[in-house]
């Protein structure tokens, strides 16, 4: 069974940055990819970005590319979301999620596990 758990989240202005981090408890982390997703009020869950076992690769949506950054350390357990250059479209609860395989998708069904969610407000 993994854990994890988001913080980091908050209300922001445009512009403004915020670093999201996730938490995992178990001893799979460090040989799956992990991605963040995020589900504003009314719409559905939606790719942000993920990145593989070793964190040599990243995928970024279109949305946040340029401005999201992805890393991870496994000797922490610790996944991490740098988000730049906010904008209040980014608003939205942000959820972590281990994937089923070493190497990411953008599709939520190779995710299993999945933590609570982190508010992300971005006012203009």
């Known amino acids: 069974q993994v854990q994890l758990v988001e913080s980091g989240g908050g209300l922001v202005q445009a512009g403004d940055s915020l670093r999201l981090s996730c938490a995992a408890s178990g001893r799979i982390f460090s040989s799956v990819a992990m991605g963040w997703f995020r589900q504003a009020p009314g719409k559905e869950r939606e790719f942000v970005g993920g990145?593989?076992?070793?964190?040599?690769?990243?995928q970024y949506a279109d949305s946040v590319k340029g401005r999201f950054t992805i890393s991870r350390d496994n000797a922490k357990n610790t996944v991490y979301l740098q988000m730049n250059s906010l904008k209040p479209e980014d608003t939205a609860v942000y959820f972590c999620?281990?994937?089923?395989?070493?190497?990411?998708?953008?599709?939520?069904?190779?995710?299993?596990?999945w933590g609570q969610g982190t508010q992300v407000t971005v006012s203009s």
């Open positions: 990145i593989n076992w070793s964190g040599t690769r990243t």
């Open positions: 999620a281990t994937a089923k395989y070493r190497y990411g998708t953008m599709e939520s069904d190779d995710y299993n596990y």
